[in-house]
């Protein structure tokens, strides 16, 4: 069976830690895979606020998760500070992917890489909008 295999760019645009809590660990004593996905959340909900945005609000439109992949490359424990870095890439006329990395602050050792699919979305009208131009603008650097 083929493996996912993600490719990054070279730079990203945003980056955040994130201390891993003893409820980010499973009973294998290292960070969960599900989990991995919550702290990426964290880190998607501060790259929207850096830009001056919340998830609800990118120039008047929200956002949606469409799809993610994840590709784990080794193990995190309790108390270590992971690095996310995040940029937006493959902008289409609804959405973008959101490409990540996490890392291990103090040794660099890469943890998992990902991307997270997201399409704007108006919750009132219940459907798919334009990805907004001043947000692909400063989203992508």
């Known amino acids: ?3 996912i295999q993600i490719d990054l760019p070279e730079q990203f645009t945003f980056s955040t830690e994130i201390t891993l809590y003893i409820g980010h660990i499973n009973y294998g004593g290292h960070l969960d895979n599900a989990l991995l996905l919550a702290l990426v959340s964290e880190a998607r909900l501060r ?9 609800l609000d990118v120039e008047g439109v929200s956002i949606i998760v469409a799809d993610a992949a994840v590709q784990y490359k080794s193990e995190a424990f309790h ?4 690095v996310v870095d995040m940029i937006a890439a ?21 943890v998992a890489r990902g991307k997270t699919g997201i399409l704007f979305f108006d919750y009132l009208a219940r459907k798919v909008m334009p990805v907004p131009e001043n947000f692909r603008r400063r989203a992508s650097g």
């Not at 108390?79 to 992971?82: F, L, Q």
């Not at 990540?100 to 890469?110: Q, S, V």
């Open 90 to 110: 493959d902008f289409g006329s609804k959405g973008c992917d959101l490409l990540w990395r996490m890392t291990n602050k103090e040794t660099r050792r890469e």
């Open 1 to 3: 069976m083929p493996r």
């Open 47 to 55: 790259f929207f606020k850096s830009l001056g945005y919340s998830e």
């Open 79 to 82: 108390g270590e500070v992971m």
